[in-house]
T-cell receptor, first 114, second 119 residues
Framework: QKEVEQNSGPLSVPEGAIASLNCTYSDRGSQSFFWYRQYSGKSPELIMSIYSNGDKEDGRFTAQLNKASQYVSLLIRDSQPSDSATYLCAVNMLNTGTASKLTFGTGTRLQVTL | GAVVSQHPSRVICKSGTSVKIECRSLDFQATTMFWYRQFPKQSLMLMATSNEGSKATYEQGVEKDKFLINHASLTLSTLTVTSAHPEDSSFYIC???????????????FGDGTRLSIL
């Protein structure tokens, strides 16, 4: 079982729709969760961070965390073609020995169509 | 926000050359930095954790004698790919976190990456 799992996609949504990206993780003791966006040929950039159960909204982005189910998601409202990228889920796992070390999923490729 | 600068952005060189990549935290002190490698259409692979003033911690399967890491100050870590070969061609990315390594709630901020091509 992978430590952080994401569907590789591609996830295709029409412009203006809601894109829903999902991630599950294996370490129940994980405390910090992050979503990064990576455009092709570029390095990842931080989109959202979430630390407690529930929803966290920032503009068109909403992160959702459910620690009991070991599940974190990212919703993108009013999807735009510029949102087309790979979205990486990253989890801080306590079993790595370094507090700030992150474990990344393989990423979900999102395609927003016109 | 936190800014991480990486240099150079692209390197093309002959096989057998050693290549040094710099990673700087511009507006904060980073006691811990991370070095990743990413092959085309694959996810990030952590190579090593760079610790200021001490030896780097390498991930399993990463040759420490080939990928030399130096973290001599709180704002600079370097990765040297020694005697590079075509199979070392990849996208190398560094990252850094705010605060002390014991703080687990800080995200990592990434540099722009270095695309290394070995001929």
């Amino acid at each position: 079982q992978k430590e952080v799992e994401q569907n590789s996609g591609p996830l295709s949504v029409p412009e203006g729709a809601i894109a829903s990206l999902n991630c599950t993780y294996s370490d129940r003791g994980s405390q910090s969760f992050f979503w990064y966006r990576q455009y092709s040929g570029k390095s990842p950039e931080l989109i959202m961070s979430i630390y407690s159960n529930g929803d966290k909204e920032d503009g068109r982005f909403t992160a959702q965390l459910n620690k009991a189910s070991q599940y974190v998601s990212l919703l993108i409202r009013d999807s735009q073609p510029s949102d087309s990228a790979t979205y990486l889920c990253a989890v801080n796992m306590l079993n790595t020995g370094t507090a700030s070390k992150l474990t990344f999923g393989t990423g979900t490729r999102l395609q927003v169509t016109l | 926000g936190a800014v991480v600068s990486q240099h150079p952005s692209r390197v093309i060189c002959k096989s057998g050359t050693s290549v040094k990549i710099e990673c700087r935290s511009l507006d904060f002190q980073a006691t811990t930095m991370f070095w990743y490698r990413q092959f085309p259409k694959q996810s990030l692979m952590l190579m090593a954790t760079s610790n200021e003033g001490s030896k780097a911690t390498y991930e399993q399967g990463v040759e420490k004698d080939k990928f030399l890491i130096n973290h001599a100050s709180l704002t600079l870590s370097t990765l040297t790919v020694t005697s590079a070969h075509p199979e070392d061609s990849s996208f190398y990315i560094c990252s850094a976190s705010l605060g002390q390594p014991s703080y687990s709630n800080q995200p990592q901020h990434f540099g722009d990456g270095t695309r290394l091509s070995i001929l």
